[in-house]
């Protein structure tokens, strides 16, 4: 045998043997762990903390954690601890017991453990822990030597654990809801009898008898004996904790969350230290950075003569972390010293639980710290600077849909606490605009304007809303509705004008001519009149009566409004820098959904590379152009309807310049008409007498008309370049304004670069015919005005068969856009407005993860996208590829995006910033899979 051959046999041996004999227990204490940071899929998110804060010397209680692969074999034995499991265990406690000087059972110094679950994901919560484990008739007096306050609280510690022993190992816990815990009802007896309040008052006697009827009872009950030996009670316990990885509450949560069931939970065990054992004692929690604003110091909160679980019940109120100094001098520089080790090794926000035991400190857990989305940009940027991480680190930590904190007014956080606390909370819908606006509720689109105007804040709550709603949404602060998805018509609007928005509040109906809302709620049905103070969470999709204050946006204040100067605006500038790095990395473009100047200019400020979606329709919604446009629909011959076009044509062509101005020369997609007609046309009497004023037709004419227009399903109606092809006068005007106004503005020496968008082709005839009307117009402009400019005819990929039939489109196209709100619509078959009937019900079987007009359904439309895209290059390899639905500016569908290949993805003005920060992270995350 050769040296190496030799080698490598012994090599094999070794790991066969390792293999053979897995480790099962990693002890950690003592300055010394067997495991670290990296361990958490064997060692769950608990363990692999514990023992990474022991060896880089943070004070932890010593103890051992018994992996998950130990919970695997355990279901695999059909729910038995693997034999030898219990030496090991005894081996490990007897080190935990050198270093802490104290003996499980003995009677003078008693080492007591807890035991606890602890999975690779956070569960908080759905699994069970034992506390004092190690007490019996016998320890329980070395536990209390030292006084009478000594005793009440050893005996005070017993009856917990035996209670707790009770309810979790023994089968104690009821188990129906109208049961009471067991324990409770003797406490509260006992409390009866002795004629007191609080747990407090009883004495050390009284927690004594307790502790007898608690065990009297567990045998009463289950036919077995407490057990006093404290290593059958460490047995039982661990027992208990992997058989708590499948209870149902556990079992729900990993389903909610996504977590296999195969992943098991390690269980921790660990010597005990006490918050309760005096006014030297207390316990608390803590993050290194504060998370609700991310300012960079210690932050949290503490009880004084307390144990971890009245933290969390909040039955005292908590001291402010600073008030440590003074009462826990020590302790808190300790405290001190612990953040900045943590931070340093951990390169990240953590949370951390700590226990003060006669001054000493403990930390029992750490790990990453949730903060909110304006903490998350503090922390990320200010980490940079101090060059704990690096940029491309820093793009990564930040939850893009977070940024929205930034961008929108937000709810004071405490007076919304105080407001749901108090109640006022009434009902739920779909978040369909970020942001928090409170103010007095108006019914009436005109309502709002005129109440807006005398300098009134109001929230417009209808039904639903459509185009004619359009100034009294501007005017308002925020909109409800009942009806609708998150596509929908005041879904579109608000994210395109930056308003908040709540659709589909199915618990809210209106009686308008009484200028009321009523709203059903678990308390009754709560009516609301017009006046009233309401708002609205756009974040949650929460509904809140009454008054809550808000914050405004410094990034919108430097950015659009300009009151306030970036000097100034600490908040901003973090933005910018994040957003700056992020420029830096991506490859996909960013374009903007936009059809005003406004929201162009606001759309460049935000970061806009370009339009990718102007609806021109939306831009009839403005001053005196909705009743041209209703001329025009309602026209029944082609000189009526030409003569309504002749009226639109100049509002059109300065609609138009005003764009490419606010563009400054760069990409304008415009695309051409596409109404869902029922949108348009007059609801109510006064607007058909108005129409038939202006066209000299008779009221009763005109309402047979109307009734002739109504479509079955008018989003899969006469629309779109149906529309064109029916009356190509219809796209001539609106090509004649586009060219006109680019000539206009090229005359003035600007660049200009429409791009002009077919909507809802499906078939390759679709696109030539309404592209040569197009390419027409453009030619007979030039030569009117004696100028020509570059521009593209491209097509919406938004009905299924234009997926299929891409080849064939794109031989006829400059570039596809894909609207991904109908191609949802399509492929689904599931109208983009009445989604939220059926979401809740999809949501809650699975059926769907996420609503699919939010985040793309990669296997369904994300398919069709993925064909249309290596149909359409293979015919032409240049062609430009974008998306124009709502999906663009969802970090989900930007990732998906940037893996199709398409160039930029097009989205409403305040999501671009979102839609950068995730198109950097797309690259970030393709070249970690890479
Ligand atoms: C789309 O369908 O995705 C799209 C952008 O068009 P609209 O929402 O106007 O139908
Ligand atoms: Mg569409």
Redesign the pocket.
């Known amino acids: 045998m050769t040296k190496a051959f030799k080698k490598a046999v012994a090599k094999r041996k070794i790991r066969t043997l390792a293999r053979g004999a897995k480790k099962r227990i990693y002890f950690f204490g003592g300055g010394k762990a067997d495991g670290n940071k990296d361990m958490k899929t064997l060692l769950g998110g608990k363990g692999a903390g514990l023992a990474e804060m022991t060896n880089i010397g943070i004070p932890v209680p010593p103890g051992f954690t018994i992996t998950t692969e130990v919970c695997t074999a355990f279901y695999a034995g059909g729910r038995k601890l693997p034999a030898a499991l219990g030496t090991e265990i005894r081996a490990s406690v007897a080190r935990t017991e050198a270093l802490q000087g104290a003996k499980l059972g003995d009677p003078k110094k008693p080492l007591l453990l807890s035991v606890r679950s602890g999975a690779r994901a956070s569960m908080p919560g759905m699994m069970d822990t034992i506390l004092n484990l190690g007490l019996n008739d016998l320890t329980v007096a070395g536990l209390g030597t030292g006084g009478a306050a000594a005793a009440r609280f050893a005996y005070d510690s017993y009856r917990r654990f035996v209670a707790m022993y009770g309810d979790v190992v023994l089968g104690m816990k009821p188990e129906r809801k109208e049961d009471r815990d067991p324990f409770e009802v003797l406490l509260e007896r006992k409390k009866r009898a002795r004629g007191v309040k609080g747990d407090a008052d009883l004495s050390a006697g009284d927690l004594k008898e307790l502790v007898a009827e608690f065990k009297a009872e567990i045998r009463a009950k289950r036919g077995v004996d407490f057990p006093e030996d404290p290593f059958e009670q460490l047995l039982g316990a661990v027992t208990a904790v992997f058989n708590s990885w499948e209870n149902p509450r556990a079992d729900a949560y990993r389903k909610l969350n996504g977590i296999p069931a195969d992943w098991g939970t390690a269980v921790n065990v660990q010597a005990m230290v006490f918050g309760n054992k005096g006014n030297d004692s207390a316990t608390g929690v803590a993050f290194t950075r504060d998370p609700a604003s991310g300012k960079n110091e210690l932050y949290g909160e503490f009880l004084i003569n307390a144990q971890g679980e009245d933290v969390v019940a909040g039955i005292r109120t908590p001291d402010k972390i600073s008030a440590l100094e003074k009462d826990f001098p020590g302790a808190y520089r300790g405290l001190l010293e612990v953040r900045r080790k943590l931070e340093r090794h951990f390169r990240d926000m953590q949370d951390i639980e700590f226990t003060i035991e006669a001054g000493k400190l403990y930390v029992l857990q750490c790990r990453n710290g949730k903060r909110t989305g304006f903490a998350g940009v503090r922390i990320a940027v200010e980490m940079v600077e101090e060059k704990l991480i690096g940029k491309k680190e820093a793009l990564l930590r930040v939850e893009p849909e977070g940024l929205n904190q930034l961008l929108r007014p937000v709810f004071e956080a405490r007076a919304k606490q105080e407001a749901t606390g108090a109640g006022r909370l009434l009902a739920k819908g779909l978040p369909a605009g970020p942001g928090a606006a409170t103010g007095r509720i108006v019914f009436f689109a005109d309502d709002a304007e005129a109440w807006a105007a005398r300098g009134e804040t109001v929230v417009l709550c209808r039904h639903e809303t459509s185009p004619e709603d359009i100034r009294g949404m501007n005017a308002s602060v925020g909109f409800l509705t009942a009806f609708g998805g998150m596509?929908s018509h005041a879904a579109?609007v608000a994210r395109q004008m930056g308003k908040v928005a709540i659709v589909g509040c199915e618990a809210a109906s209106f009686d308008y001519p009484q200028r009321v809302m009523t709203l059903a709620t678990a308390a009754g049905r709560r009516e609301l009149r017009e006046g009233a103070w309401v708002s609205l969470d756009g974040f949650t999709g929460e509904v809140i009566e009454g008054r809550v204050e808000t914050t405004a946006s410094e990034v919108v204040r430097v950015l659009v409004a300009r009151d306030l100067a970036a000097k100034d605006a600490p908040s901003y500038q973090r933005y910018a820098s994040l957003l700056g790095w992020a420029d830096e990395i991506r490859r996909l473009r960013v374009r903007a959904?936009a059809d005003q100047p406004d929201q162009a200019a606001a759309a460049v400020a935000f970061g806009a590379e370009g339009i990718g979606?102007c609806?021109t329709?939306h831009m009839f919604f403005g001053e005196g152009k909705i009743g041209p446009m209703r001329e025009m629909i309602v026209a029944e011959t082609e000189e009526a309807r030409r003569q309504a076009l002749a009226k639109l044509l100049p509002l059109q062509r300065e609609d138009f310049a005003g764009i490419f101005r606010a563009m400054a020369g760069r990409a304008v997609t415009i695309?051409t008409l596409?109404p869902?007609l029922h949108e348009f046309l007059p609801h109510d009497e006064a607007g058909i007498v108005a129409l038939a004023t202006a066209t000299g037709r008779s009221v009763a004419d005109l309402k047979v008309r109307i009734e002739d227009l109504r479509e079955a399903n008018p989003m899969l109606g006469h629309r779109?370049c149906r529309l064109g092809i029916s009356y190509p006068e219809i796209t001539e005007m609106q090509a004649s304004a586009i060219f006109e106004a680019a000539c206009d503005v090229a005359a003035a020496g600007q660049k200009v670069l429409p791009e002009i968008m077919i909507?809802?082709v499906g078939t390759r005839k679709e696109l030539d015919l309404q592209s040569r009307l197009v390419r027409e117009t453009a030619e007979q402009v030039f030569a009117e005005r004696g100028r020509r400019v570059d521009y593209l005819v491209g097509t919406?990929i938004?009905v299924p068969r234009a997926a299929l039939a891409a080849g064939a489109i794109a031989e006829a196209a400059d570039f596809f856009?894909?609207?991904?709100?109908?191609?949802?619509?399509m492929t689904f078959g599931l109208s983009?407005d009445d989604v939220p009937r059926v979401l809740a019900d999809y949501l809650a079987r699975d059926i769907f993860n996420v609503d699919p007009f939010v985040s793309i359904d990669r296997d369904g439309v994300g398919e069709l996208m993925r064909m249309a895209v290596s149909r359409g290059r293979a015919k032409k390899p240049k062609l430009k590829l974008g998306?124009?639905?709502?999906?663009g500016g969802d970090p989900a569908s930007v990732l998906l995006c940037q893996e199709l290949g398409l160039d930029y993805v097009s989205c409403s003005p305040y999501r671009l910033p979102i839609a950068r920060l995730a198109a950097a992270q797309a690259i970030l995350k393709s070249r970690a899979t890479a």
């Open positions: 596509t579109l959904n979606l609806r329709e695309r596409d869902p779109g909507p809802l919406m938004e856009s894909f609207g991904t709100n109908d191609l949802t619509q983009r998306i124009c639905g709502e999906h």
